[in-house]
Every structure is written in C-alpha cells, then in structure tokens.
C-alpha cells in the first residue's frame, strides 16, 4: 500500500512540475520570451541542418556529374586510341600492299626484260 501511495505522490509532484513549468512558459512574459527563444533556435537549427543538407546534396551531385564526365572521358580516349591503332596497321597495311605490288611489278618487268632478252638472242644466234 505504501509503494501505491509512494508512487501517487511521485506522479502528482510530476504532475505539478509539469503545470508549473507549462505555466512558467505560457502564463508570464519571461516565459513567453524564453520560450520564443527557445523555437527561434530550433527554427535555427532546423535551418542549418537543412542548408547543410542541401550543400551536401548538391557536392554528392557535383562530385557524380565529374564522375560520370571522367568516365566519358576516358572512353573517348580508348576509343580514339583504338581508331588510332586501326589506322596505323590499315596504314602499315597499305604500305606493304603497295611495296608488294612495286616489287611485283619490278619482278614481272625484269622477266619481261628477260624473256625479250632471250628472245633477242635467239633470233640473233
């Protein structure tokens, strides 16, 4: 019975801190004042906290856009340098075709030469 009673006391004294604070607050001009004090700083912190959030939000942001325009980047580059390695051994590709073709061409005229040559001396002998 007594802890009944105990804990009676406790929730009135609780009680009555609470209507006395409420009234503190609410019912005088101090109260009021540190009470509007008291929500212009929550308002303050509410601020920042968002702006803050707003500043990492947009450098999260910034920091993807450079990702992504590295990214871009570099494909470019690898696509270039594979262009370029297409062209070079297309290049190299050609110039060999075209020595070929030379050394060919000197070859069947030096046959010719030959084979005229041949011909020559034997009308000639």
Do not use: H, P
């Amino acid at each position: 019975m007594e802890k009944n009673r105990n804990g009676l006391v406790a929730f009135a004294l609780l009680g009555l801190a609470v209507g006395t604070a409420a009234y503190y607050l609410l019912g005088t001009e101090d109260g009021k004042k540190q009470l509007d004090r008291a929500n212009d700083g929550i308002k303050s912190l509410t601020k920042s906290i968002k702006d803050l959030s707003k500043k990492e939000a947009k450098r999260a942001s910034r920091l993807a856009k450079s990702a992504k325009e590295d990214l871009e980047n570099l494909k470019d580059r690898a696509k270039n340098a594979g262009r370029d390695a297409l062209d070079k051994a297309s290049s190299k590709a050609n110039e060999w075709a075209s020595k070929a073709s030379d050394a060919a061409q000197n070859v069947g005229g030096k046959a010719e030469d030959i084979a005229d040559r041949a011909k020559s001396e034997i009308k000639n002998a």
